[in-house]
């Protein structure tokens, strides 16, 4: 079985949690439309999405709080297989299929990354931070020079969740998908005998460094991790994950989220996205590194493509947590993590 390290990584902010063979839906209140990853030009996608009206609730990123490469080492979660062991690399391809790497650390002591361009040309990474600097939260990069260089902040998303998941639901503004567990920050139940929901939050933000968390759930289901949102035509998808088994939840309006079943028992913790001829190709977390697989419709059975997208190399010990974008040419960029041996 493998170690899907996006899973571990949120496991590792509150301690440790147990994948369920079967995930359990309940209800869900009502929430607004999402938009999703779907390849942009240098300016978003415009989409007529109701907001929430947010809570009292901001988290401004403090800059300078976190470096990218932390001069002095740290382990803040001593999970051996946590975010603080965590590195955050980017790769490049111009057909989704072939990808390539320099293998340069962009963010140390980092897990479950997510990328996104901004529409003035900024590339923008969140994950969940392992250093320890600036106290618990996210660690926001960003580079203006076509990710050249990168600097880095510190988000403090007190009480907020884990493992972020951004789509844009209209031009300057997004929305922040990540994960609450139940137990809180105390210690969880034991393996095997959690009960109650994860719940898939959200927060808006229009300038990418000020989130104001939405009242309300997006999702819920027991041991729900890595939400994972498309929008295919009409309809809406959320991907989420228990342990190495995807599942899929379909919305006609992006706002009410109704489970559909397995979309893939081989691999999980996925990153999917539309491309411009419509193909569904979704990234995911499997043994060998990262793989692939296409959906005939979003909600259909993944059928796994041939090929490793990105290999798990001799002196790695994890390859997961995909996240992909648009140039904003011909070509895309895949945000991941590893962990080294």
């Known amino acids: 079985m493998p170690k899907y390290s996006a899973y571990f990584a949120l496991c590792a902010i509150i301690s440790a949690c147990a994948p369920s063979s079967t995930p359990s839906l309940t209800g869900i209140p009502s929430a607004p439309a999402s938009a999703t990853n779907i390849p942009i030009s240098s300016t978003p996608t415009r989409v ?10 901001q988290f401004p990123i403090t800059s300078g709080s976190r470096e ?17 062991f965590h590195q955050v690399l980017i790769a490049k391809s111009t057909d989704g299929l072939n990808w390539e790497t320099d293998s340069r650390i962009l963010i140390d002591q980092a897990s479950v990354p997510e990328v996104v361009r901004f529409s003035d ?5 969140y994950a969940v931070d392992g250093s320890g600097q600036g106290g618990p939260g996210y660690v926001y990069a960003e580079s203006r020079d076509g990710g050249k260089t990168w600097t880095c902040g510190k988000m403090n998303f007190a009480g907020f969740g884990a493992d972020p998941d951004i789509v844009w639901v209209a031009e ?5 998908y990540s994960v609450m567990f139940p137990f809180g920050p105390g210690q969880p139940p034991s393996p095997g005998q959690n009960t109650k929901p994860n719940s ?7 300038d990418g460094k000020n989130f104001s968390v939405e009242e309300g759930t997006r999702l819920e289901g027991v041991n729900y991790t890595d939400p ?13 994950s228990t342990g190495p088994t995807a599942w899929a939840a379909k919305s006609n309006d992006g706002v009410k989220f109704e489970l559909i079943g397995k979309v893939n028992e081989t691999g999980a913790v996925s990153g999917s996205f539309v491309f411009p001829d419509g193909k569904i190709r979704h990234y995911y977390c499997a043994n060998s590194g990262i ?6 419709t979003g909600g259909s059975v993944w059928k796994k493509e041939i090929g490793i997208r990105i290999p798990k190399a001799e002196n790695v010990k994890i390859v997961c947590d995909p996240s992909i974008i648009s140039d904003g040419k011909s070509g895309y960029w895949m945000v991941y993590k590893i962990q080294p041996k």
């Open 291 to 296: 793989e692939s697989a296409l959906s005939d």
């Open 172 to 176: 300057n503004t997004m929305r922040l």
């Open 48 to 57: 007529n999405v109701p907001l929430l009206s947010p809570s009292a609730k």
């Open 68 to 84: 990218c490469l932390p001069s002095t080492r740290a382990i803040a979660v001593p999970d051996p297989e946590g975010p603080s």
């Open 121 to 125: 040309g900024r590339l923008g990474i």
């Open 228 to 240: 994972d949102v498309i929008r295919v035509g009409n309809e809406w998808f959320m991907y989420v």
């Open 200 to 206: 898939v939050n959200s927060a808006i933000s229009t």
